[in-house]
Each structure stands twice: as C-alpha cells, then as structure tokens.
C-alpha cells in the first residue's frame, strides 16, 4: 500500500504561482513514475504531469507546459508540482498519484494504482 498526502493548494490570483507537494509513504520503493492530475467540476480527470523512477524523465500535458514543473526529493520521498503564471482555467482538484507499472508513458489516469485526497488550486481572474 502506498499512501499519498498532496498540500500547498489555495486560492491566487492569476499570474500568481503556487507550489504543491505530494508526500509518499508505504511501499514506495517498486513504483515506477509519480504524476499529478486536476479534476475541474463537470470535467473528467485529466493529466497534468508526471516524473519517471528513477530516470527522472518528465511529462507534461500542453497546457501546462512552460508553466509548471515536476520533480521529485527522493530523500524525503516527496513529490512537487511548481506552478506558475496561473490561470483561471487552471482552476481544479489536483491529485497525485502513483504508479506500481512499467509502461512507456504516463499520459492517463490508468496507468496509476495509488492517488491521494486532491488539494483545491483556485485561481481567479
């Protein structure tokens, strides 16, 4: 089992940047890639980043990038999501999640066995 606790969300205004976190713990030493997700109300789940274990190799949904950046602290079995230039359409539930498989990519919520509560981005305009 693993469990995954995401902070750092609020509310900011547009342009504004914000930092979230994804603390893991359980049995996180077999898992292959980290990602973050945001759910928008009506919206289904949608990809917004993930990060390779332990490559590092990154992916990010068009809409994100050149805004936000995804890393991770190993030490402290952390996972970050930095955004910045924030938009309203940015606005969502974004969750982390965790993933157990091996696959060539992370782009979809299917590929991910463990996610977290969701932390609230609000941004306003």
């Known amino acids: 089992q693993v469990q995954l606790v995401e902070s750092g969300g609020g509310l900011v205004q547009a342009g504004d940047s914000l930092r979230l976190s994804c603390d893991a713990s359980?049995?996180?030493?077999?898992?292959?890639?980290m990602g973050w997700f945001r759910q928008a109300p009506g919206t289904e789940r949608e990809f917004v980043a993930a990060?390779?274990?332990?490559?590092?190799?990154?992916y990010y949904a068009d809409s994100v990038k050149g805004r936000f950046t995804i890393s991770r602290d190993n030490a402290k079995d952390t996972v970050y999501l930095q955004m910045n230039s924030l938009k309203p359409e940015d606005t969502a539930v974004y969750y982390c999640a965790d993933s157990k498989t091996y696959y060539e990519t992370y782009l979809a919520a299917n590929r991910f066995n463990y996610w977290g509560q969701g932390t609230q981005v609000t941004v306003s305009s």
């Open positions: 359980g049995r996180i030493f077999n898992s292959y890639a």
């Open positions: 990060i390779r274990r332990p490559s590092g190799i990154t």
